[in-house]
């Protein structure tokens, strides 16, 4: 195990010196890594919540992250990083599911079948997939037990209207951000 400078915090520490406020704003931390290996040493840490991460919420959620982390007077110099956990991250659970609806995913059943769709409601132990089947769309519900594995896709055009309304999530304006 690599030694830790005196005075640098772990990322158990950071963590609990981050989480209130990060939960003031929505969010909640996933990670956080401590990175002494490069010079300064660099403080990750990933937050997801509810709203997606845009680039005014990572610059209020390190303002507040690096004030707090500077009123640890550690005497070591670091690096800062506030991010979200970004698109290849497996959905592993519920909130995830949640926080992904309107996303194309790819998902591996128990079955040992693969379908990708849109993500639509997730709840109660279960989730929403519309499945494109030539021109026709369908909403498949499917229990969250029965998923192996499930990814968030890369796209690079806008879904349907149609898909969009089938999963409730809102349409993308000039003035929101996609998420990932």
Avoid: C, W
């Avoid at 845009?54 to 110099?77: C, F, H, I, M, P």
């Amino acid at each position: 195990m690599t030694q830790r400078p005196a005075g640098l915090p772990s990322p158990e520490q950071v963590i609990e010196l981050l989480r209130d406020e990060f939960a003031r704003a929505g969010y909640e931390i996933d990670d956080v890594v401590v990175d002494i290996r490069t010079s300064p040493a660099r403080i990750q840490v990933i937050a997801d919540g509810d709203t997606p991460l845009n680039l005014d919420a990572v610059a209020e959620l390190s303002r507040s992250a690096s004030a707090l982390l500077d009123d640890l007077d550690t005497g070591q110099a670091y690096l800062l990083e506030v991010s979200s956990p970004g698109v290849d991250r497996p959905l592993t659970a519920e909130k995830h599911f949640r926080r992904a609806r309107g996303r194309r995913v790819e998902l591996s059943l128990a079955d040992g079948s693969t379908v990708t769709g849109r993500l639509g409601t997730t709840a109660e132990g279960t989730a929403e997939l519309v499945v494109r089947s030539g021109s026709s769309l369908t909403v498949r519900r499917l229990p969250l037990t029965g998923i192996r594995k499930a990814v968030v896709q890369v796209e690079f055009s806008p879904p349907s209207a149609k898909e969009l309304d089938l999963v409730g999530a809102p349409r993308q304006t000039a003035d929101t951000e996609p998420r990932g």
